[in-house]
Each structure stands twice: as C-alpha cells, then as structure tokens.
C-alpha cells in the first residue's frame, strides 16, 4: 500500500488525464474513511465534532496544511459541527494523485483532532 503522508502534492496546471477508476479504487484503499463520489471526479468525507469551535479550529488546520502543499480542499461546514471535505483537481476536472496525498494527511490531522472528542460520521 502506498504511503501518501510521505509524498508532497505537485503543481498541476491541466494537460493530464484524471486518474481511471482502478487506480482510483486502489488509492481510496490507502485513505481510510474517504470516499469516491459515483462519478468518480472527487472523494470526500464528513466530520462531525464536539463543538463549533472544533470545527473552525480543523478547519484551520485544514487551511494551513493545504497552503503548505499547494493544494485546496472544498469544505464546506453547516449544522455548526459537521463538515464534510471534497477533494478533487480542478485543472483536470478530476482526482490526482495530489487529492490522495492531502487526504492522507488531513486524516493524521484527523486522528490527533478525534482524540479530542470529534467522530467520524
């Protein structure tokens, strides 16, 4: 299995083709908890936590490690605690490998945030 928390995400300015639904399916399976949305363009998942205050405080986790990589979530925060996070390439329309390698890295982020009380829904 591919350990994508030691790779870096790589500038992608278009002219690649997404990655194909196998490569896709086998990459999910190094990201636990993300999903393939069907049409198989984005994974995503949904957090709720504690409080709003948690929420926010990810989120801007969240934002500094995207900056640090060069590579932007979606995220999108309602009901107060429950966010649910997209990624995707935008310049290809698609997933990349850069979608998995943030991915993997938000979960580490994630894993030190649940021992605080948030939940994975």
């Not at 990655?19 to 990201?31: F, G, N, R």
């Not at 504690?50 to 060069?70: H, Y």
């Not at 605690?81 to 850069?98: M, P, R, V």
Request: with cysteine.
């Amino acid at each position: 299995m591919i350990n994508f928390t030691t790779k870096h995400c790589v500038s992608c300015e278009g002219g690649v083709e997404p990655l194909a639904p196998a490569k896709v399916q086998e990459y999910l399976s190094a990201v636990t908890g993300w999903e393939v949305l069907a049409d198989n363009k984005k994974i995503w998942q949904e957090i709720i936590f504690k409080d709003f205050v948690s929420a926010i405080g990810f989120i801007n986790k969240v934002a500094q490690l995207a900056e640090n990589e060069g590579h932007h979530p979606d995220l999108h925060l309602t009901s107060w605690n429950h966010l649910k996070i997209e990624l995707w390439t935008h310049a290809i329309g698609g997933l990349s490998d850069n979608d998995f390698i943030l991915a993997a890295k938000i979960n580490l982020l994630l894993n030190q945030t649940l021992d605080d009380g948030g939940k994975k829904v």
